[in-house]
């Protein structure tokens, strides 16, 4: 036992800022108490961000893969038909 002080896993959502000593601790957290109200999924292929907010997913888009808040728009309804 070294003391159990060492968590060098802070969960990075706003306002939260836990910390674990393991990795699967912080997704464990992570997945049932931030996850579960993010359904904004970014459209992106290969990107697993997800969102509580509309705006910020959009704004996810703009920043990290350049997409016009259009795209996002479209991406982000539910398809009808095919
Ligand atoms: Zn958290
Ligand atoms: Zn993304």
């Known amino acids: 036992m070294e003391g159990g002080a060492e968590r060098p896993y802070i969960c990075t959502e706003e306002g939260c800022g836990k910390n674990f000593q393991r990795g699967e601790h912080l997704k464990r957290h992570v997945?049932?108490?931030?996850?579960?109200?993010?359904?904004?999924?970014?459209?992106?292929?290969?990107?697993?961000?997800?969102?509580?907010r509309k705006d910020n997913m959009k704004q996810h888009g703009r920043v990290s893969h350049g997409l016009p808040?259009?795209?996002?728009?479209?991406?982000?309804?539910?398809?009808?038909?095919?």
């Open 31 to 52: 997945n049932s108490v931030h996850l579960k109200y993010r359904r904004y999924e970014c459209p992106h292929e290969g990107c697993t961000s997800t969102f509580s």
């Open 69 to 82: 808040p259009v795209a996002m728009e479209m991406s982000n309804g539910s398809f009808s038909g095919s």
